[in-house]
């Protein structure tokens, strides 16, 4: 038996109970991800602190992956005497929610753990110590990872205006730029 | 383009419920920054000294300051100006939370509100689309409760809501306008928006706010947030006399159990009592208890990594948010414990009364009551124990209900109108205003004049660079400077080196005590214009923002050039002007003195001297009103002639104000 194929996980430790509420992490990830550069504005950030302050709630979620429609039924959850839907901690960029979705344009947003800085932003500015980074590698069993096809953002960006808008728009609307130049 | 603010103001006008979005000269940047600087610029310009609090011509002025919304920490306070309805100048409130940076990505740097709505309204900013709403299903509600409601009918969790209460819609002189964990609770400016008719400004914003240099600007966030993370590990050790918690970044008093300093150096009931065995092992225990079972988490204001606030939930009340000192003002004014300042302070928030001030005023009335000047008749069906008549006295004051309808109006205009000898109860005033509950033994030089000439009115909002207290070796007081980068001038460490404890009231000597009061005050204007929170700049020691870093921080976000002088200068036209409305609304020299019981100790020739230098090195003559020099030099030569033309400076000269010394 030759040695398994490893993998690097990155992960985000989320401690709710220790989650302030103040956003730093919103904040500097959408100045971080901003065209021009660190122009500030927290709706377009991928990290969203989901909360209701009057019920003490604050839950740190990361965008994850795009959704075409919402779910059939949602759960909720009681965890210490606080009841919280299935959506507070979840990931998606769906259409039931503003969350994860540019606001211009409503395409949407996904985490990239801020490829080539050191820890991700949202780590590093969290002083409170509710997000911590951590690395770990995994060894991969079974399915051959070349296989899977990693998809790009502007894949996902695509897939999601094919979705809104069909097919065949978003085609003849790219032949129309591509022959304007 | 403009960078870090929108350039755009919103002008309403509730009497014609008309909306415009008007742009903003960006000249005036240049010369008052933002938030506070621009709004004293408004209303300087639009409300002249015969326009009162309540009339419609007043104007109600949500300001953001001019960092708010960027990533430079704790950027977030948005500062409320209007004219009070308790002190009749201008009134200089502020609040955090998270409004100010929403309003921002809506688009707007202020809100100018002019008019009365005939009926109650709310307002509801959703980026371009404003609307002004009906708000009759809201009358009455609590101010977290109206957020709640509002969030719910709009759809719009992501809102943010500024609130009145019932307070404010009763014009209570003490109403403050909520906004979940933050408040602008100071010198009524609740009254005044309930005045106008608006129970709620709705915000929601998902537009850019752009930086002009952002790799600078970035670096120095980054900057700022080590020396956070840095300051929040390693609380500074203070000389002895200092309370700890001002050795800590921000204001952690929901943080923090031993309230020793607090409980033994403040005066109890109507800031009478002081109780220096007060504190004692067992009490430590309840009230740690009491905190741990209803403070839930500690809660920080937008991008701010300091903990200020604390999410309260006491069993069987809605939760509520609290900051600072408010957990212990009605807990002493009552003479009660921890455990009923929480409770209390949840139905004072939902009605939204300043938690300074309104204790004060209750205390006030039992004293009153004690003493045989307000009667059973006054108080008919007031409970016995004293927990019991201040929730019974805070439902009259806020219904404006009998006694209470005298007692709204705060304690200096309650005791004018109860009369029978009631104004020498109204003992801790400022200008007509409640102040902290401190009454002390020797004067000191430095609080001397803070108290006097803050046109806050309120210490907190002036004091914080220069230690309290020195340490007790000339050593340690050596050690304390080393570090001490944020000192505007190297003469700053000696005058805390040589500075000898005991030595009140001659030392520090009187030209070391304006320019000491001078720099605290200023690092508090480039805050309130910039948006920077006090809790993690003007008010602490050793901060993280200071006269060094900040031009750059300013410059780098904005585009605009401002060392370290022009900054200065910026902050002085704000501060003059200030001065100059309240001037114009007749503040005087015979105004500018802490309550008469303050001190014990007090030394009336050194206190006019202290007097007459500070007002020279401010550039004000003796009555002080800034000088007609003074003020051209600031490129205020408008200020100038207007007091010129109304007679309170003459022409020939300026520097002599017409009313004469021997007013005092």
């Not at chain 2, 909520?178 to 009524?188: I, N, T, V, W």
């Not at chain 2, 300093?261 to 009931?269: I, K, L, M, V």
């Not at chain 2, 929170?533 to 976000?557: G, T």
Request: with cysteine; glycine share 8%; charged share 25%.
């Amino acid at each position: 038996m030759g040695e398994g194929k490893k993998k690097l996980v990155k992960t985000i430790k989320i401690d709710v109970d220790k989650c302030s509420g103040c956003r730093a992490c919103e904040v500097i990830c959408s100045a971080f991800h901003a065209t021009p550069k660190y122009s500030s504005n927290n709706a377009r950030s991928r990290i969203r602190v989901i909360h209701e302050p009057l019920k003490d709630k604050y839950v740190p979620v990361y965008a994850g992956e795009y959704t075409a429609a919402e779910c059939m039924g949602r759960d909720k959850y009681v965890i210490d005497g606080k009841e919280y839907g299935e959506c507070d901690f979840c990931r998606a960029s769906c259409p039931s929610r503003n969350s994860f979705k540019e606001p211009d344009s409503g395409l949407p947003l996904r985490c990239d753990m801020c490829e080539g800085e050191e820890e991700p932003l949202c780590v590093k500015w969290c002083l409170v110590d509710a997000l911590t980074y951590e690395e770990r590698e995994e060894e991969v069993e079974g399915i051959e990872e070349e296989g899977e096809e990693k998809k790009e953002e502007m894949e996902i960006t695509l897939e999601s205006m094919v979705d809104k808008y069909g097919l065949q728009k978003v085609v003849d609307a790219a032949a129309r730029m591509a022959k304007k130049g | 383009m403009r960078y870090a603010e929108t350039g755009f103001n919103l002008e309403i006008d509730l009497s014609r419920g008309n909306i415009e979005r008007v742009e903003t000269d960006p000249s005036l940047t240049k010369l008052h920054l933002g938030g506070l600087g621009t709004n004293a610029k408004i209303l300087w310009d639009r409300v002249p000294p015969e326009v009162g609090p309540f009339s419609p011509d007043n104007l109600l002025i949500f300001g953001t300051g001019l960092l708010c919304c960027t990533p430079a920490p704790s950027a977030n306070r948005t500062i409320v100006t209007t004219i009070s309805p308790q002190t009749l100048l201008m009134a200089y409130s502020m609040m955090g939370g998270f409004f100010g940076p929403e309003l921002k990505k809506a688009g707007y740097d202020k809100i100018v509100i002019r008019g009365k709505s005939p009926r109650l309204v709310y307002l509801w900013i959703n980026n371009d689309q404003v609307e002004i709403r009906d708000a009759s299903h809201l009358q009455g509600k609590g101010g977290n409760e109206t957020a709640e409601l509002l969030r719910q009918e709009l759809r719009e969790p992501e809102a943010q809501i500024a609130a009145i209460g019932l307070a404010g819609e009763n014009r209570v002189y003490t109403a403050s306008i909520e906004q979940g964990k933050s408040s602008a609770s100071r010198q009524g400016v609740g009254a005044v928006m309930g005045d106008k008719g608006l129970k709620a400004i709705v915000v929601r914003g998902t537009k850019d706010v752009n930086i002009a240099r952002p790799a600078e600007f970035m670096e120095m966030c980054n900057e700022v947030l080590s020396f956070m993370k840095h300051r929040l590990q390693n609380p500074l050790k203070l000389p002895d006399g200092m309370p700890i918690i001002l050795g800590y970044l921000g204001i952690q008093e929901m943080a923090l159990d031993d309230e020793e300093w607090h409980t033994t150096n403040f005066a109890w009931g109507n800031a009478r009592h002081r109780r220096k065995d007060f504190w004692t092992k067992e009490t430590e225990e309840r009230w740690k208890e009491t905190q741990e079972k209803v403070v839930t988490r500690l809660i920080g204001c937008y991008n701010c990594p300091i903990r200020c606030g604390g999410s309260v939930s006491y069993p069987g009340l809605r939760t509520y948010m609290m900051k600072c000192y408010s957990k212990l003002t009605y807990t002493m004014a009552a003479m009660s414990d921890l455990d009923f300042g929480f409770r209390i302070a949840q139905r004072a928030t939902e009605y939204g009364v300043d938690g300074f001030s309104t204790p004060q005023i209750i205390a006030f009335a039992l004293e009153l009551y004690e003493a045989g000047i307000l009667t059973d008749q006054d108080m008919p069906g007031m409970p016995c124990d004293s927990e019991g008549r201040f929730f019974w006295l805070l439902d009259m004051i806020v219904r404006r209900e009998g006694i209470g309808d005298v007692l709204a109006n705060g304690t200096h205009w309650a005791a004018q109108q109860i009369g029978k000898g009631a104004e020498a109860y109204a003992h801790n005033n400022i200008k007509k205003h409640e102040q902290l509950p401190l009454k002390l033994g020797m004067l000191n030089p430095i609080y001397f004049l803070m108290y006097c000439t803050g046109e806050k009115i309120n210490i907190t909002q002036i004091e914080g660079q220069f230690p309290q207290a020195p340490h007790t070796s000339r050593e340690a007081r050596e050690e304390f400077v080393k570090d001490w980068i944020q000192v505007p001038h190297e003469r700053f460490k000696e005058y805390f080196v040589n500075w000898e404890p005991g030595t009140f009231p001659h030392n520090p000597p009187p030209e070391a005590v304006c320019d000491i009061v001078d720099w605290q005050e200023a690092m508090h204007y480039i805050d309130d214009a910039t948006g920077l929170c006090a809790a993690s700049s003007s008010f602490i020691l050793k901060p993280p923002y200071h006269i060094h870093n900040l031009p750059r921080i300013i410059s780098s976000a904005t585009g605009m050039d401002i060392d370290e002088a022009g900054l200065w200068e910026i902050t002085r036209r704000n501060r003059t002007l200030v001065r100059a409305i309240n001037v114009r609304r007749g503040l005087r020299r015979k105004d500018e003195k802490p309550p008469e019981d303050h001190w014990k100790k007090r030394f009336p020739e050194l206190e006019a001297k202290l007097l007459d230098e500070y007002y020279k090195f401010k550039g004000w003559n003796s009555q002080g009103i800034p000088t007609k020099e003074f003020l051209q030099g600031l490129g205020l030569n408008y200020v100038s002639e207007d007091l010129v033309k109304r007679g309170i400076l003459t022409d020939s000269e300026g520097n002599q104000a017409v009313a004469g010394k021997e007013e005092q």
